[in-house]
């Protein structure tokens, strides 16, 4: 959204797109990023609950013409994030158990572990975006969700992810074995419930910082660029995706786990060659016959 805020406020035009402006605004993102469908995937996904012709503005004849035309102009190499490591991870988490943690310490190795154990974006409620424009109470996990299962499972509800178009929500559940055997991530949620409540008890935002703040994007990646500086927000679900098949876990699970839709999942593939790999030796692993 950060784009199209940007683009408003440069042109002075109204905030809610029209079949006029969205055009404009495609022709506006094809010369500043490689891909301007992504970024109109995630404006669907503010618009589309609150704008019934939605479809009919994004799919015009001049939005399609314009995206064609994008396709066709000389490409770059995107930079990726590489996954965050287990060492990584492990190194947020010994400082968080450590007698001398600070709050914000057990909060951001929990945030850290709940993107690389349970495959997650960053955006899916774990952090409060940058710009103000794009928080949306709605999207913010509650407090009063959490339900803790004994040290072996904890859950809470997810009102809002990127491919829930519809504000449906699902449930977060998380056990030891999605994790390390180095930490028990159940451990660490419930040491940060405790650091929580008895900080905030009026509260139900779940994650909140010391200073009442929620967690924003800005402070999470600065913290995680202290231990890896090519890491960045999305390096949390690309390490989960990788550990797991590394351990055998086949794709369409990873697939489920991270709620990937359509083919998203093999362009994922695609773009982290050591997860393929991992996921090729699996198979060969379950299928020696297989070898040539």
Not at 91 to 112: G, P, Q, R, T
Request: positive net charge.
């Amino acid at each position: 959204m950060k784009h199209w805020h940007a683009f408003v406020e440069i042109y002075r035009i109204d905030f809610v797109p029209t079949a006029y402006t969205l055009p404009r605004f495609a022709a506006f993102l094809a010369r500043r990023i490689k891909r301007p469908d992504k970024v109109l995937s995630a404006m669907a996904a503010y618009f589309k609950p609150t704008m019934p012709d939605w479809e009919a503005i994004r799919y015009t004849h001049a939005m399609k013409a314009v995206l064609t035309g994008s396709s066709k102009q000389p490409t770059t190499r995107t930079k990726r994030s590489p996954p965050l490591l287990v060492k990584h991870l492990l190194s947020f988490v010994e400082k968080a158990v450590h007698k001398d943690a600070s709050y914000d310490d057990i909060l951001f190795a929990l945030i850290n572990a709940l993107g690389f154990c349970g495959v997650m974006r960053l955006g899916d409620g774990l952090i409060e975006y940058d710009h103000p424009d794009d928080r949306d109470w709605r999207k913010v996990v509650k407090r009063s969700s959490v339900k803790i299962v004994g040290r072996n499972e904890f859950s809470y509800f997810l009102p809002y992810s990127k491919t829930d178009t519809v504000y449906e929500g699902c449930d977060i559940i998380l056990q030891t074995s999605n994790g390390p055997d180095e930490f028990n991530i159940i451990d660490l949620f419930k040491l940060y419930i405790k650091k929580r409540d008895a900080l905030f008890p009026k509260s139900d935002r779940l994650f909140i910082r010391s200073n009442g703040e929620p967690p924003f994007r800005k402070w999470v990646v600065d913290r995680i660029h202290l231990v890896a500086p090519d890491v960045t927000g999305h390096g949390l679900r690309a390490g989960g995706c990788t550990w797991l098949a590394e351990r055998g876990v086949p794709g369409d699970v990873i697939k489920r786990l991270g709620r990937w839709s359509g083919p998203d999942w093999e362009i994922y593939i695609r773009k982290h060659p050591g997860l393929m790999a991992a996921i090729a030796m699996w198979a060969l692993r379950r299928h020696p016959q297989q070898i040539p």
